[in-house]
């Protein structure tokens, strides 16, 4: 009995709860936008991870296509298998949070004795992973990501060098004159 208690003692100092997982896209991932983050468009996005600062991404874009990119309307007008697109993009965080039970009983326990908590900090962890979410819509606005439609499989492959040439690149002037020699 004397073993449960031990081993029961044992997991609980030793555990955290986690509350929330930040999914690992650092390949890629066609999901629903409103699944992945509740202010998104209803509409499927390609989201990958962003290890770059911020604002990275529209330098990016900016250089790519030879553009101000513009918050508020965000459809870059791009050419996939032939026909014109519009892509616009979010910059998304999402955060790993859990609950450390140490400092939890520590604090309890100080509180018992009449002393104040010193790990109050410490009793919830928060870890930040920043994605880019991409939307492609066409001239008729359906959704270019939605594998219903005809040139899916296209728009996917061109989300994809997307994000390799975007994290690959250090400097957005080889991706400038890149576009402006096509």
Not at 8 to 16: E, P, R
Not at 113 to 127: C, M, N
Not at 141 to 148: A, E, I, M, T
Request: glycine share 2%; net charge negative.
């Amino acid at each position: 009995m004397r073993f449960i208690y031990l081993l029961f003692a044992s997991l609980l100092f030793t555990s955290c709860i986690p509350l929330s997982i930040a999914p690992d896209l650092r390949e890629g991932k066609v999901l629903k936008a409103k699944k992945f983050i509740k202010n998104l468009p209803k509409q499927y996005t390609y989201a990958f991870e962003d290890p770059k600062d911020a604002n990275e991404f529209y330098h990016y874009i900016n250089a790519k296509y030879q553009t101000e990119y513009d918050d508020d309307i965000g459809n870059t007008p791009v050419v996939i298998a032939g026909r014109t697109c519009y892509l616009t993009f979010y910059e998304v965080e999402k955060s790993t949070q859990t609950v450390n039970l140490i400092p939890i009983m520590i604090n309890s326990a100080l509180e018992e004795k009449g002393h104040t908590p010193i790990l109050e900090d410490a009793e919830v962890s928060r870890v930040g992973t920043w994605y880019i979410a991409l939307t492609v819509t066409d001239d008729n606005l359906k959704d270019c990501l939605n594998p219903s439609y005809d040139k899916h499989e296209d728009v996917l492959r061109y989300m994809q060098h997307l994000q390799n040439e975007y994290l690959s690149t250090k400097e957005y002037i080889e991706i400038y004159l890149k576009s402006s020699q096509e």
